[in-house]
């Protein structure tokens, strides 16, 4: 069973930066897509971006394209989320996971049930 630990957050000022990273344990790290999700108290999980299994296709939510950016480093198993220009709004804790089908081939990235192995976390907070 593969073991996903998100780190990176802290406390920045509105248009500061941050790069979140995910490190994954276990096998076949590159047969999976990722994604990168958040979430605030009492409202559900959003997906932010995901990065298809081969990263050949990189897919945002509109509120973050331009400022965000996912990346994958297989050989060291690790994923990762550059956020630049940062908002109030993107305060949450963010959470990174992975796709439940090898090698998937689909478009949808977006919806948490498709990911069935997720990290535990990590704050992220903006403000000045």
């Known amino acids: 069973q593969a073991l996903l630990v998100e780190s990176g957050g802290g406390l920045v000022q509105p248009g500061g930066s941050l790069r979140l990273s995910c490190a994954v344990s276990g096998s076949s790290f590159s047969d999976y897509a990722m994604g990168w999700f958040r979430q605030v108290p009492g409202i559900a999980r959003d997906f932010v971006a995901a990065i298809s299994w081969n990263g050949g296709r990189i897919f945002y939510v509109d509120s973050v394209r331009g400022r965000f950016a996912i990346s994958r480093d297989d050989a060291k198993k690790m994923v990762y989320l550059q956020m630049n220009n940062l908002k109030p709004e993107d305060t949450a804790v963010y959470f990174c996971?992975?796709?439940?089908?090898?090698?998937?081939?689909?478009?949808?990235?977006?919806?948490?049930?498709?990911?069935?192995?997720w990290g535990q976390g990590t704050q992220v907070t903006v403000s000045s």
């Open positions: 996971a992975r796709k439940k089908e090898r090698h998937y081939s689909g478009s949808s990235y977006s919806a948490t049930s498709g990911y069935d192995v």
